[in-house]
């Protein structure tokens, strides 16, 4: 099987994984409705709401993320500012990135920069165990890089061994659901002429993407 429909197969079966909770949860709360003498109707409700809410979230970052939307040209990042912040909104993990880290650093982020940023939001957050803090830091180096920061804080941060080894491209690792995300990552990275570089610690995770000024050129 080629490559790249493998890829798009465990990205496709880790969506469904994803999107299966809220959306079960809307299709429970509607059952209870549905139930003769059931007295819960507010609660019922309130369920249908919220995981509605964190189904459409959800729906609207993977869609920035694994989709092709606006490919070329400068990706508004005031906009993918707020897609995160919806995305992270029902989890334990809170953001923080400053308005002038989005489109006001004047610093330009392409529509594929992007995509491997929010794409890199989802292994960070995921490393947060207990919940954490989320930074984004955007500018440019004194030689003229893009950098991007990004870092997470929290009680327990762990990094599983298989994600860690595709992020350091140091062996090769199943295609799996899992292994899924960081694959698609450095991929993105690749065709970036992006590096991609990580400091784990057991109370921080940091990432720092560089594209030096010869590959802007180069990259979509």
Same mark, same amino acid.
């Given at each position: 099987m080629?490559?790249?429909?493998?890829?798009?197969e465990?990205?496709?079966?880790?969506?469904?994984?994803?999107?299966?909770?809220?959306?079960?949860?809307?299709?429970?709360?509607?059952?209870?409705?549905?139930?003769?003498?059931?007295?819960?109707?507010?609660?019922?409700?309130?369920?249908?709401?919220?995981? #509605?809410?964190?189904?459409?979230?959800?729906?609207?970052?993977?869609?920035? #993320?694994?989709?092709?939307?606006?490919?070329?040209?400068?990706?508004?990042?005031?906009?993918?500012?707020?897609?995160?912040?919806?995305?992270?909104?029902?989890?334990?993990?809170?953001v923080?990135?400053?308005?002038?880290?989005?489109?006001?650093s004047?610093?330009?982020?392409?529509?594929?920069?992007?995509?491997?940023?929010?794409?890199?939001?989802?292994?960070a957050?995921?490393s947060?165990?207990?919940?954490?803090?989320?930074?984004?830091?955007?500018?440019?180096?004194?030689?003229?890089?893009?950098?991007?920061?990004i870092?997470?804080?929290?009680?327990?941060?762990?990094?599983?061994?298989?994600?860690?080894?595709?992020?350091?491209?140091?062996?090769?690792?199943?295609?799996?659901?899992?292994?899924?995300?960081?694959?698609?990552?450095?991929?993105?990275?690749?065709?970036?002429? #992006?590096?991609?570089?990580?400091?784990?610690?057991?109370?921080?995770?940091?990432?720092?993407?560089?594209?030096?000024?010869?590959?802007? #050129?180069n990259a979509?």
């Amino acid at each position: 099987m080629n490559h790249d429909t493998k890829l798009a197969e465990m990205i496709a079966t880790r969506l469904c994984h994803d999107l299966t909770g809220p959306i079960g949860a809307v299709n429970n709360g509607a059952e209870f409705l549905d139930e003769e003498g059931f007295d819960m109707q507010n609660e019922a409700v309130q369920l249908i709401l919220s995981s #509605a809410h964190e189904a459409v979230n959800r729906l609207q970052f993977y869609r920035q #993320a694994y989709g092709r939307v606006g490919e070329s040209g400068e990706a508004s990042l005031s906009e993918k500012k707020k897609i995160t912040m919806d995305f992270f909104s029902g989890t334990k993990v809170k953001v923080d990135w400053p308005d002038s880290h989005t489109d006001a650093s004047g610093v330009a982020i392409s529509q594929k920069m992007s995509r491997l940023i929010l794409n890199l939001f989802v292994i960070a957050g995921a490393s947060a165990i207990r919940g954490g803090e989320l930074s984004v830091r955007i500018a440019e180096s004194d030689v003229g890089e893009k950098q991007i920061d990004i870092k997470v804080t929290g009680d327990t941060i762990k990094l599983d061994t298989d994600t860690a080894a595709i992020l350091n491209k140091s062996e090769t690792v199943a295609l799996t659901p899992k292994s899924a995300q960081p694959y698609l990552a450095m991929k993105l990275a690749e065709e970036l002429n #992006a590096n991609v570089t990580f400091v784990l610690d057991s109370d921080v995770f940091a990432i720092r993407v560089t594209q030096p000024q010869m590959a802007l #050129a180069n990259a979509s």
